[in-house]
């Protein structure tokens, strides 16, 4: 058999079959090296990508800090997709902004030398021991972090030449006295204003709305008639603070407590003394002799704290005339301790005490005795006390509970609400935005939109909204976004056009009336209105309309006498003439303090930044793939 298989295979047909086999499989391996999926970049920015790598690396190292920053309440809001979006929207424009600000820092020749980089590496806290650079925990970190030495390096270089070039902007600012004395006179600038307003509603008479019109607009603003999903729901809820409203507490158990706990409601004794120290190792006479000495002094009168800052050899109470902290059984040599609590009144000294330490003449300098609070005084907040540590007993013994019927009744919440003696509460539709009290906690709003949530139909777990306050929800309707029909919508539609036009007209009237050059009370007699008049109008505050008052000092100065005047839409769609006939100016001599200017300066120097960053973000051509690194991907 074996021979005959050897034969065959020695043949011209076995050998072409053979030679196909691998000849498949050469190509297969060619074409799956060839067509093996390569990283897409999440943007291009001047040509130069930013890879999805950089993208998630940016993202985690995001993440962290905001999760650091806001704590277990980060878990909820990353649970919102909304919010996971516009962070993965923001991270992306922010490595943009950092892209332009390299490529434009390159071409500035900006450079950072090896030995700097080197230095800096070194320095940086998260890579130090003791406070020495240690190259394992460097190494470590780097692999935590996803980078290779050289990437890091060179992304230490980016940063440090970025630094410089920031520093050199913020450097080159400064705000000179006269500038800022500039901004002080026109922010205590006043106006005569003078104005009158065209009602847009004098003009209905004139608005004609057509179906056209009617169902162009609506086309045309199909977003804002589109409504946010809805749910109606129903829960229980369970509060530790509902629970204590309902417990009475007796006389009885106020009085048990109070007894039991005599300690919390007494005031220690508070006793303090000075000293006068003589050092000695054991007995001495001569020391103790001169302390007698010392105490025979006091007892003719002597002065205490002077005796102690001339005599006593503990230096930090000498300094303040012996005197000591209060003395708490306990902190003391026994000796000095049981002499100083023999004292009883203030001014009484003891007599020459031995110590440890060598020789003590000690004064009583004041003395509160202990003081034990009268139940009455107390009463009340024993009674709160006893409620809260029942609340808090009752509601983890009903939590547990609560849970364990939530779960094995799923499918309604009677028994669960039975459970906690309430009963099951509902809500009529509502979208995230309107949800009250206590369904607007986030958590809560993220479950009851989730859609797996909706489509089980069941309860959830407790939902922790607080401090031993939970609720159990359950999604009892739900109502998906929609594109509300025109039929619904035509009324508003047509009160919008209305406005609309409404305004238009009453704009091409003022618009004509300004082109005669005429004085604002001829203007307003033409339009049978009334002109209002506001002398020496502040800049900031006051009663006009700021609408008004924003206009007004947007307007040239008058010359030759000829008010500037000019008209400024409301929010209301009426059209504000506004006319300056004077400015009044004030003088400003002070010259501002040099911090002032720094801060002006710092300011100026920020918003320029921002500008060139702006500049080069217009001026760049730019091209964001975000699907490419997707939720799902992560």
């Known amino acids: 058999m074996l021979e005959r298989i050897r034969e065959g295979s020695q043949g011209v047909v076995a050998k072409t079959i053979l030679g196909l086999v691998i000849l498949t499989f050469a190509l297969a ?31 985690q190292r995001d993440r962290a800090r905001m999760q650091q920053q806001f704590g277990e309440m980060y878990d909820t809001i990353a649970a919102d997709p909304a919010y996971n979006s516009r962070f993965r929207s923001e991270v992306l424009e922010r490595l943009i902004d950092e892209t332009l600000q390299q490529q434009f820092v390159r071409k500035l020749g900006i450079r950072v030398g090896d030995d700097q980089v080197r230095d800096t590496i070194r320095n940086l806290g998260e890579f130090q021991v003791d406070g020495t650079f240690n190259n394992d925990r460097y190494i470590a970190l780097l692999r935590q972090m996803g980078y290779q030495s050289a ?58 709305i057509s179906e056209q019109m009617i169902e162009d607009y609506y086309q045309m603003n199909l977003q804002r008639f589109e409504t946010d999903p809805k749910v109606a729901a129903e829960y229980v809820e369970l509060s530790a603070a509902d629970l204590a409203e309902d417990i009475e507490i ?8 109070y007894e039991a706990n005599q300690a919390r409601f007494s005031s220690a004794e508070q006793r303090q003394v000075a000293h006068i120290m003589l050092e000695s190792d054991g007995t001495d006479q001569a020391v103790a002799a001169e302390a007698a000495s010392l105490l025979s002094q006091l007892q003719q009168g002597a002065d205490f704290a002077e005796l102690a800052k001339a005599h006593s050899d503990d230096t930090f109470s000498a300094e303040n005339g012996g005197l000591l902290d209060s003395l708490e059984p306990g902190q003391m040599d026994p000796d000095f301790e049981q002499a100083a609590f023999a004292l009883t009144e203030a001014g009484q000294l003891t007599g020459v005490v031995q110590s440890e330490y060598g020789y003590h003449i000690i004064k009583l300098v004041s003395l509160t005795p202990s003081q034990q609070q009268p139940l009455a005084e107390v009463r009340d907040s024993i009674a709160e006390r006893l409620k809260q540590e029942q609340a808090t007993e009752q509601f983890y013994q009903l939590q547990t509970r609560m849970a364990e019927v939530a779960f094995e009744v799923p499918d309604n919440l009677e028994e669960t609400a039975a459970v906690l003696g309430q009963r099951v509460r509902a809500t009529p539709l509502f979208s995230k935005e309107q949800a009250t009290n206590p ?57 919008s056009l209305k406005v609309e036009q409404q305004a238009r007209l009453a704009q091409e009237k003022v618009s ?33 309309d700021p609408e008004i008052r924003t206009k007004a000092f947007k307007l040239a100065r008058p010359v030759a006498g000829t008010p500037s005047i000019d008209s400024v839409t409301l929010a209301s769609g009426d059209v504000a003439v506004v006319a300056v006939s004077a400015v009044q100016d004030v003088e400003v001599t002070a010259v501002p303090a040099a911090e002032e200017l720094e ?31 997707t939720p799902e991907q992560n």
Do not use: C, W
């Open 599 to 629: 801060r002006m300066a710092q300011r100026q120097a920020e918003q320029g930044y921002l500008a060139l960053v702006a500049t080069l973000k217009a001026n760049a051509e730019i091209s964001r793939n975000l699907r490419a690194a």
């Open 151 to 208: 990437d890091f390096r060179e992304l230490v270089r980016e940063d440090m030449a970025a630094s410089q070039f920031r520093a050199g902007v913020f450097a080159s600012e400064f705000y000179l006295p006269s500038e800022m004395q500039q901004i002080r006179q026109l922010e205590q600038q006043s106006r005569d204003i003078s104005y009158f307003v065209v009602k847009a509603e004098s003009f209905a008479d004139q608005v004609t």
């Open 250 to 257: 007796t006389d009885q158990q106020i009085q048990t407590y």
């Open 512 to 544: 004509a009336l300004l082109q005669q050059q005429a004085d604002i009370t001829s203007l307003a007699e033409q339009v049978g209105s009334t002109v209002q008049s506001a002398p020496a109008t502040p800049r900031f505050g006051g009663s006009l």
């Open 439 to 495: 369904l607007d906690h986030p958590a809560v709003i993220n479950k009851l939109f989730d859609q797996q949530f909706i489509a089980d139909g069941l309860n959830s777990d407790p939902i922790e909204i607080g401090n031993q306050h939970l609720v159990v929800v359950r999604v009892k309707e739900f109502q998906p976004a929609r594109t509300l029909p025109l039929e619904e919508v035509k009324a508003q539609i047509t009160e």
């Open 29 to 59: 391996g060619v074409g799956s090296y060839l067509s093996s999926p390569t990283e897409v970049s999440v943007a291009v920015v001047n040509g130069e990508e930013i890879s999805q790598t950089e993208f998630e690396q940016a993202l």
